[in-house]
């Protein structure tokens, strides 16, 4: 890979979470934005957003960004570094499936093209997908003498944005998460073991470097070039809400499992704030709990713990809680009583 300040990125999908992402890394670095619609190409190209987001706009009509869109996905992926997928998946509620095959489209072509290539998931996936693609490409690279060697490079991050916010969220994130592979104990979970195995196989040790370097790019394009911004990272694991919260962006690197499980109870906290009876109503809660509407203790507690860092649009907005101040468990306490 490249150093630090010559990385280059593709991202796959111009989306509001794709071309967020684009626009704030093109700040500091080479970034291709790859879409199949040529409408939206051609809008890239001539400083158009193809999304209404009043900061993509603005940083595409006055800023000296170093973006390109295009059309053709291997042109744009042989030569990355990074290729940051947040191709659509589209969830069926009737069926209760998310439809990934968009994500795997990309997989594919990127492995064809650039194996060497660190591909970050971005898009909303279910709890478990991630590993479950170490399982379903294992066979892959241990036959296909074009992967022999080499290993398979994929992590997650999970994204906290607001459509037609999506760059200012970006630029003042509430916190930045990344997650790779990790090994975890089988005698947990049964299917763990063979993930393991196919994460032992293919897997590349250095992941939780790659996803430093990724987090570092997010810290980057987000507070501007600093030579804290990879120490800020490294230091990731020392990171609590509170101190990091002092530091300014919370930046915590994990399992790629729990990076996805915290998008979704992220979301799920979002929705009961925002909507609490509505939620409950969908829940799987007995019939007489439901009846009853959430508790006002619970809903400030969900006000003062989640909104402040909520990225998900709201008709319920905290006010008991200033920005960036902290919420001791002893006050936490005495505001549930």
Not at 70 to 77: K, N, Q, R, S
Not at 287 to 294: G, H, Q, S, T
């Given at each position: 890979m490249r150093e630090f300040k010559d990385i280059k990125v593709a991202v796959a999908g111009t989306g509001y979470v794709g071309l967020s992402i684009a626009t704030l890394?093109?700040?500091?670095?080479h970034v291709t934005a790859v879409d199949v619609i040529p409408e939206?190409?051609?809008k890239l190209n001539n400083k158009?957003?193809?999304?209404?987001?009043?900061?993509?706009?603005?940083?595409?009509?006055?800023?000296?960004?170093?973006l390109?869109?295009?059309?053709?996905?291997?042109?744009?992926?042989k030569d990355a570094d990074y290729v940051v997928i947040a191709a659509p998946t589209n969830y069926d509620p009737?069926?209760?499936f998310f439809d990934t095959h968009h994500i795997e489209d990309v997989i594919d072509l990127v492995l064809s093209v650039n194996p060497e290539a660190t591909m970050v998931i971005k898009s909303t996936i279910p709890v478990g997908y991630?590993?479950?693609l170490y399982v379903k490409y294992a066979l892959k690279f241990l036959t296909d003498p074009a992967l022999k060697g080499k290993k398979f490079n994929l992590l997650f991050s999970p994204e906290f944005l607001r459509e037609s916010k999506a760059l200012y969220d970006n630029l003042y994130p509430s916190r930045i998460i990344v997650g790779y592979p990790k090994i975890l104990p089988a005698d947990r979970n049964k299917k763990w073991d063979e993930e393991n195995a196919a994460i032992t196989a293919i897997g590349n040790p250095e992941a939780e470097e790659k996803a430093k370097t990724f987090a570092s790019l997010l810290l980057e394009g987000a507070i501007g070039p600093s030579k804290d911004s990879h120490d800020a990272a490294a230091n990731s694991s020392l990171f609590t809400l509170h101190s990091s919260l002092d530091k300014g962006i919370p930046c915590l690197l994990m399992g790629m499992t729990e990076a996805e499980a915290v998008k979704l109870i992220a979301y799920a906290a979002d929705q009961l704030r925002s909507h609490p009876d509505d939620y409950l109503q969908s829940t799987p809660v007995a019939?007489?709990?439901?009846?009853?509407?959430?508790p006002l203790h619970i809903r400030s507690w969900v006000d003062l713990e989640i909104g402040k860092r909520s990225r998900v649009p709201s008709s319920v907005?905290?006010?008991?809680?200033?920005?960036?101040?902290?919420?001791e468990s002893a006050e936490l306490l005495a505001r549930l009583r």
């Open positions: 890394l093109s700040q500091h670095h939206k190409v051609e158009i957003s193809p999304i209404q987001d009043d900061y993509i706009e603005k940083y595409l009509a006055e800023k000296n960004l170093n390109t869109a295009t059309l053709d996905g291997v042109t744009a992926y009737q069926k209760n991630c590993r479950s019939a007489e709990k439901r009846a009853k509407p959430l907005m905290p006010s008991a809680r200033k920005p960036g101040t902290k919420l």
